[in-house]
């Protein structure tokens, strides 16, 4: 198991009623690549057919995280932009989710999990907005960024 799922159980997670259903294991033809910054060891992608934006601007995606050899950590999780925190809904493992959800935590700009501070300031909550929808989203994930991001006022 990767440095992502660590801190996580082997049990089947149970999404809170009504909220949402995890999505199917991604597939490599909706991979995005996004930069996560300089000096990143692995290769981020985001499954742009699991990107969603709840009515209360919660973001979920699931991530990809690859390392120079191939190994793939997979993970399904949600960010608060208002709040700037992050949890982790699931784990991939072989044909399917695993693991516990995560409490609520905060959004580390540290070394080890510079993707999601790229992916709060840089793609999905830019200004600490919530992007609007799906497809805004994966726009910004192809574009390479997303123009709020970049000082173009909403």
Not at 54 to 66: E, I, K, N, Q, S
Not at 72 to 101: I, K, L, P, Q, T
Not at 134 to 139: I, L, Q, T, Y
């Amino acid at each position: 198991m990767g440095a992502l799922g660590l801190a996580l159980g082997a049990c089947t997670p149970t999404p809170p009623a009504g909220e949402f259903a995890l999505p199917p294991l991604p597939q490599a033809r909706d991979l995005i690549e996004f930069e996560a910054g300089a000096g990143a060891s692995l290769r981020y992608f985001v499954d742009a057919a699991s990107l969603s934006v709840g009515p209360d601007g919660m973001v979920r995606y699931t991530l990809v995280a690859r390392s120079p050899e191939g190994v793939e950590n997979v993970v399904h999780e949600a960010m608060r932009c208002a709040s700037g925190d992050y949890r982790v809904h699931a784990v991939g493992r072989g044909a399917g989710w695993a693991g516990r959800e995560t409490p609520w935590q905060a959004i580390s700009g540290a070394r080890v999990q510079r993707w999601r501070g790229a992916l709060q300031r840089e793609y999905f909550c830019p200004q600490s907005e919530p992007i609007r929808s799906a497809e805004e989203g994966v726009r910004a994930l192809r574009e390479g960024g997303h123009p709020f991001a970049r000082g173009f006022g909403r």
